[in-house]
């Protein structure tokens, strides 16, 4: 079967960090048959290889650092949206078989729409739209009427429905009539894949290539410097630890204003993901501060490579604590 991956996020250079995630689920579908990624913005022609990527433009909308920071500061370039439609849907025409969207806005309704309006005999196969954290979190920031609106366009397409923690859907579900509300519990939960560079070296050989040396303590904070992840309350709680040495890793429109906050902290911008990956393995605690998550992708990294972290019990991560006792949860009178 042919399965075509709708996204907004993607990488565009190799080795980059945005849409890494869809990439690893996209190449695990290619065990079933051939992939074509549709992927908003412009980026690297892809190496050789099985997974084929069509870019849709929209870069003034879509990358780095996410759409809705984009849109507050350049509001008109919502009309780019447009165009990526339109060239989705020349792509998607007359073709069959597994569509996939990631995020419910605007591609998962952009699907459900594109389903409902074929003829019965010209839907593809099955269609899949897996929610994330920081669209279930725009649904229910919008009014009830067009919430549920969307999510019924989504249950007349037969749409499965997959969430990526149960604390999502049953968020989102508690937001919906009781129709809606059991189409929303009876998703499928299952989080973002998880796919680690291969190449990282050990915690010791990460330590000396990065040239960490001594005994005070290495703390992370990993991720978009916007003001949904909050990395002002993170770099507040990490530079109150005593010797601590805090680096943070990422990039966005709140960098300046943290730069001049912090200025003990030492901020690295944004680095692709192998490098992000061995700053992970060689900290001592990662921090992360952002409640708009369903299964923080950063967090559950810096579990993998055996890191410690404190963060704020958002999405899945109570669950998680229970599981994994090198993951330690903050409560809301906390400074986190």
Known sequence: MTHFVLTTSFPTYPG???????????????????????????????????????????????GWPGALPRLRSKPW????????LRRAR??????????????????????????RRRARTERFDSLQVVAHGSDVRLLLALPRLFCRAILRELFLADAELRVVSAELRDELASALPPELAGYVRRAHVEPAALALPSDLPTREQARAQLDIDGDRPVVLFVGRLVEGKRPEVALEAATLIPRARVYCL???PERAHLERRYPEVQFLGQVDRTTCMTWMRAADLLISSSRLEGSPGGVREALALGTPVVA????????RAVQDSNLWLVGA???L
């Open 312 to 319: 704020v019990p958002a999405g899945d991560l109570k669950e």
């Open 250 to 252: 990422g990039d966005g």
């Open 16 to 62: 980059e960090a945005a849409g890494h995630f869809v990439e690893a689920e996209a190449r695990e579908l290619l065990s079933h048959g051939p992939v074509t990624v549709l992927a908003a913005g412009r980026g690297e022609d892809p190496n050789p290889g099985p997974l084929q990527v069509t870019w849709l433009g929209g870069s003034g909308l879509f």
């Open 90 to 115: 020349r792509v998607l025409d007359g073709k069959r078989g597994h569509l996939v969207a990631h995020w419910i806005l605007p591609f998962g309704l952009f699907a459900a729409r594109l389903q």
């Open 333 to 335: 009178e906390s400074s």
């Open 77 to 84: 370039v919502i009309g780019e949206l447009f165009g990526v």
